[in-house]
């Protein structure tokens, strides 16, 4: 159970990093920050070392960390059902699919109730998580998704009718929005910096190679950098670009003047 009044450790995890926050009581205002490349297994017990070595006080008592989707299988589930019925119908989904009953499966709800979000994970994975964070005296009180997260920071940007790109270190996930609802998630294991690959997967996906007025879409990127080399495509196709840092680039900024709200 979320502790509001303590001091909360947050975990961004990727492929090949890990950022490490210590949020502020109440007001979650971040007062420490570090971040470790490498792999998980590496990335992970170097940042919380960073972060005992430079802060002045110990390392709050309990964590958060956010899962990312190459480390998450997905699915969605409908609006219809609710919670526990949510939660059935994805454990008996991953296990039809994959045939494994030993993942640890979660069902959230999505940005607006339009439906929940089903998440499967390696138990492995999450037993090296929480023992990196007991070794440094931490307790894991939160497993979240790093998808999830994201689809609260855009929820405000994007229409009733949209294609969503969210770009990863692995690949990408593809989103489709109709009627204001998440109909559609697939997730594209792809190398993301080469461009002309990722703009064919992505036209595809939302229909501009066979339709003059397909859906809009929107490229969500990690940072205003990782937007940078996106701006001419995004000028090409009318694609609004979204950084998880805040700050627009220009190029976001124009197609923004023409996608629908």
Excluded: N
């Excluded at 309990?62 to 059902?81: G, I, M, N, T, W």
């Excluded at 697939?186 to 007025?213: M, P």
């Amino acid at each position: 159970m979320s502790q509001p009044w303590k001091s909360e450790l947050l975990l961004r995890l990727t492929r090949g990093s890990c950022v490490a926050q210590v949020l502020a009581p109440w007001s979650r205002r971040v007062v420490h920050e570090v971040h470790a490349e490498g792999s998980i297994g590496v990335a992970l017990p170097q940042a919380l070392g960073a972060l005992q070595e430079g802060g002045a006080a110990p390392l709050p008592r309990q964590a958060r960390l956010l899962v990312p989707d190459e480390l998450a299988y997905l699915s969605l589930r409908p609006a219809s059902a609710d919670w526990p019925t949510a939660q059935r119908e994805a454990q008996a989904h991953f296990v039809q699919t994959l045939g494994r009953q030993d993942l640890v499966v979660q069902v959230v709800p999505l940005p607006g109730h339009s439906g929940w979000l089903a998440a499967a994970i390696e138990p492995a994975d999450l037993q090296a998580w929480q023992q990196a964070l007991a070794q440094a005296g931490v307790r894991l009180v939160h497993v979240e998704l790093a998808l999830l997260d994201d689809l609260q920071a855009i929820a405000g940007h994007v229409g009733d009718e949209a294609v969503v790109a969210v770009l990863r270190d692995e690949g990408m996930t593809l989103l489709r929005v109709a009627g204001g609802t998440l109909a559609e998630l697939i997730w594209d294991r792809c190398d993301t910096r080469a461009q002309r690959l990722v703009e064919q997967r992505l036209l595809a996906f939302q229909g501009g190679i066979h339709s003059s007025s397909p859906e809009p879409l929107w490229l969500v990127c990690r940072s205003a950098a990782q937007c940078e080399p996106w701006q001419r495509l995004a000028r090409g196709h009318q694609w609004t670009l979204l950084s998880r840092e805040g700050a627009v680039p220009p190029a976001a900024a124009a197609s923004d003047a023409q996608s629908p709200a």
